[in-house]
């Protein structure tokens, strides 16, 4: 008597789910986003047209890494410009010195990514900044873009109002799309009070267009904006997106994807960009369950989310055409919104050890305090001070 093994039934779902599951990664990661980057970029000196720029060499700049990096390794590598360092540059408004400065310390935080990869004692040396401290500097300069939809309730209730009603409701049925559809309910709002004001745009000033801008190399905007840059992007996304991928049993391939992110965010910053890096929340979309029970064809959602953010992109000039005719303090609110999850999460992270609460609350409160000294924003002295209090009073008990 022989027996006859049964073929084993095809995984359902298993050619569409990863194509599925990108595209959802990247409509979550731009979607939820993007009003906090053009939110940073202009602060620190952009114009509408700069901004615009920014917004699509990152998308270019995040799909060309994450389909080379997951094509080449099989894993389901995905990339996100920097959120919680556009949040930085939105706390940076008070820095003296301009938009060329700033695209120069772009490009160095680039490079200081790279070299992450490409020197190990570099890694260790980030490494010994404690993250607790990161994260209370975060959490500082998050503050104020966080308050930004509570104090617009007192300045334009009628506009501000349906989109926080908008957050909560599906906060409650859909956590995952509360802030998509949060920014989507701004950009239907802002669409109308354009139509309201009469104001048009031709078709040909809607397209997308990359602006170079030539970088000029200065101490003050190293310090102010491309150390802190580099310290939240590497504690805030690319350590927790390492994190992600394990937790789904992929080994993240750290010397390529530094290198390659840095370059990448190098290239960007010449048309405006800040930051890329390892996605954090939304990798979980393309490495778990949502891209299929075939683990070895989730690389394919990587791959799909980068071809999907080349066709966002195209639309970066005209959303930030509409985001800038929208009325004043819509935008912020909206982009407030996007961040509290992140606020709460790094004031959680900061404050979790009694043995280095204080230096983290000082961090804290300096970074939230808006504090420029020397022409340096108040995230470098945040970070200078929570390390020296650290050092000097919370030593021993480490």
């Not at 000029?216 to 190293?222: D, G, I, K, Q, Y």
């Not at 961040?339 to 050890?353: C, I, M, N, P, Y």
Request: hydrophobic share 60%; with cysteine.
């Amino acid at each position: 008597m022989t027996s006859t093994a049964l073929p084993r039934p095809p995984i359902k779902g298993s050619r569409t789910q990863p194509i599925v599951a990108g595209l959802v990664t990247s409509l979550v990661g731009y979607i939820s986003s993007f009003a906090v980057v053009l939110t940073g970029l202009k602060a620190v000196g952009a114009s509408d047209a700069q901004a615009a720029s920014g917004l699509f060499a990152l998308t270019i700049a995040m799909a060309i890494c994450a389909v080379g990096l997951a094509w080449f390794t099989k894993r389901p590598i995905t990339i996100a410009w920097s959120t919680p360092g556009a949040a930085l540059l939105a706390g940076a408004a008070a820095v003296n010195f301009g938009w060329s400065e700033a695209v120069g310390a772009f490009i160095m935080t680039g490079v200081l990514i790279a070299a992450t990869g490409a020197i190990p004692w570099l890694g260790r040396l980030l490494a010994a900044i404690p993250v607790s401290l990161a994260q209370a500097m975060l959490a500082g300069v998050l503050l104020q873009l966080c308050l930004a939809p509570f104090v617009a309730l007192s300045t334009i209730p009628v506009y501000v109002a349906p989109v926080i009603v908008v957050w909560l409701i599906f906060l409650r049925l859909s956590p995952r799309w509360a802030v998509p559809a949060a920014m989507a309910a701004a950009l239907g709002i802002a669409g109308f009070a354009m139509g309201q004001a009469g104001t048009t745009f031709l078709v040909g000033e809607l397209l997308p267009t990359l602006h170079v801008t030539a970088p000029v190399f200065s101490l003050e905007a190293f310090m102010a904006i491309t150390l802190p840059l580099f310290v939240v992007t590497m504690a805030s996304q690319n350590v927790p997106g390492v994190a992600v991928l394990a937790s789904f049993g992929f080994k993240t391939p750290w010397r390529a994807s530094m290198i390659s992110t840095g370059i990448g965010s190098s290239v960007a910053a010449l048309f405006g960009g800040h930051a890329i890096n390892l996605a954090a929340i939304s990798a979980a979309l393309a490495a778990g369950h949502e891209a299929g029970e075939d683990r070895s064809r989730r690389w394919i959602a990587a791959v799909s989310s980068g071809i999907f953010y080349i066709l966002l992109g195209l639309a970066s000039t005209a959303i930030t055409a509409l985001a800038s005719a929208s009325p004043t303090g819509l935008l912020e609110a909206a982009a407030g919104l996007a961040l509290l999850g992140t606020l709460g999460a790094a004031a959680s992270s900061a404050l979790s050890d009694p043995t280095s609460r204080m230096s983290s609350l000082v961090a804290f409160l300096i970074a939230g305090s808006g504090l420029s000294f020397a022409g340096i924003g108040g995230a470098f002295w945040a970070l200078l001070a929570g390390l020296a209090l650290r050092f000097v009073i919370e030593r021993k008990r480490h």
